[in-house]
């Protein structure tokens, strides 16, 4: 069974993206053909999103057995505590590996909308952490990777408590990384200063989202709460009324993104390709031929 995280170690720099199972009935009736398209495309790995509070959060097992078994691809299956009580979780992870899938993201996960305190309160796991804990004594052979913030979680006080706790998460199992999105490249290396500084030293992969609209600059930020350069926002002003080249600018300005981070030491790319296989043949056929010296 291959870990994701050797890729790391056999052929850095890798490149990887990240799916959700869709909400919308059409959209998920057309999963299959876009997981095909993500196949022809030989990602390094696909991460599948599992949402605590969406109708649909059942689909991930399938869309990630469905990439693993029919597609080819290496999957890394995200799982969260918010939403899921211990025997669940352990229940998911034997599910996981009878599809041939041993690679999962360790997530807290959000409040939904519609759980009380009291109901997020009594999860089994407070933190990642604890599930990263949890899943390394009981599936020792599974390959835990963790979430990082280049901006800071929004509930840390500091970026140096959200950097102690990231120290946490990786002495509890965790032995590759990926980041929440940024814009700006300093706010990453940032972050790896302090890692650096604590002694995490596990790979991280640059999470890199192209912005396609000024509706969605909008949604990501509120999402996300990562700040945006100036060269971002006069790009989303002078594009306002024009959706085509807004299109084309959002995704030049991730291309140029990804290239300052390989030249500058990134171990990966993990693309938010919003279910849209397309954005990552743009942007992966660009950058993999120059930084790897293989078309795919
Ligand atoms: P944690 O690592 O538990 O951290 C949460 C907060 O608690 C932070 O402020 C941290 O500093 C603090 N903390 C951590 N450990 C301790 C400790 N021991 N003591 C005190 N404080 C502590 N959400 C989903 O619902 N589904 C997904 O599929 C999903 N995928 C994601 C993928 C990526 C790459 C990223 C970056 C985020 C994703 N999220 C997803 C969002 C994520 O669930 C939220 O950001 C969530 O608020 C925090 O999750 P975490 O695993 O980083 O939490």
């Known amino acids: 069974m291959s870990s994701i995280r050797d890729l790391y170690r056999d052929s850095k720099p890798v490149f990887s993206c990240e799916i959700y199972p ?39 097992v399938e869309i990630a057995s469905f990439a693993k078994n029919k597609c080819g691809l290496e999957v890394l299956s995200h799982i969260t505590s918010v939403g899921f009580s211990r025997e669940r979780l352990h229940e998911g992870l034997l599910t996981f590996r009878e599809h041939g ?47 990082c913030y280049p901006d800071k979680h929004f509930e840390a006080k500091s970026l140096d408590e959200d950097a102690d706790h990231l120290k946490l998460k990786v002495e509890s199992g965790c032995s590759m990384l990926i980041s929440q999105l940024f814009l700006d490249n300093s706010l990453f290396y940032s972050l790896l200063e302090r890692m650096d500084k604590r002694g995490i030293h596990v790979p991280v992969s640059a999470g890199i989202m192209p912005i396609t609209s000024v509706k969605m600059l909008g949604t990501t930020i509120s999402l996300s709460g990562t700040s945006v350069p100036k060269e971002f926002s006069d790009l989303a002003a002078r594009y306002a009324d024009r959706p085509e080249d807004m299109k084309k600018a959002g995704i030049d300005y991730a291309i140029r993104q990804c ?38």
């Open 101 to 147: 899938i041993e690679n999962v993201l360790v997530l807290r996960g959000d409040r939904p909308k519609l759980m009380t305190d009291e109901e997020f309160n009594a999860r089994d796991f407070l933190h990642a952490s604890d599930m990263a804990e949890y899943v390394q004594k009981n599936f020792p052979e599974f390959t835990i990777a963790g979430a």
């Open 22 to 60: 869709p909400k919308k009935e059409e959209e998920l009736l057309r999963i299959d053909e876009t997981l095909t398209a993500i196949g022809k495309i030989h990602p390094d790995f696909l991460s599948v999103t599992y949402g605590a509070g969406g109708s649909n959060a059942g689909k991930a």
């Open 259 to 296: 290239q300052y981070l390989l030249e500058h030491g990134a171990d990966g790319i993990h693309l938010y390709i919003m279910n849209k296989p397309a954005l990552a043949e743009e942007i992966f056929s660009q950058i993999r031929p120059r930084y790897t010296g293989s078309r795919y």
